[in-house]
């Protein structure tokens, strides 16, 4: 069973701009390694431990 409908939401930081992606379970293994998870400390991160921190990936994917 494959869950196509699933994905991880990161922020892309370009020099410019910072984008909200939402990348598969595929691309996430190709870019795992250069991810950096970053804390939050947030009125929502106080509900859910799955909100307590963020995955940024630094450059541009090309996915």
Same mark, same amino acid.
């Given at each position: 069973?494959?869950?196509? +409908?699933?994905?991880?939401?990161? %922020? ?9 992606? *939402? ?11 250069? %991810?950096?998870?970053?804390? %939050?400390? *947030?009125?929502?991160?106080?509900? #859910?431990?799955?909100? #307590? +921190? ?10």
């Amino acid at each position: 069973m494959v869950d196509f +409908w699933a994905g991880m939401g990161i %922020l892309e930081v370009r020099e410019d701009q910072i984008i909200e992606r *939402t990348i598969s379970q595929k691309q996430y293994e190709k870019i795992k390694d250069k %991810l950096i998870k970053i804390k %939050l400390d *947030t009125e929502i991160s106080k509900i #859910s431990s799955n909100f #307590s +921190w963020i995955y940024v990936y630094e450059g541009q994917l090309d996915f």
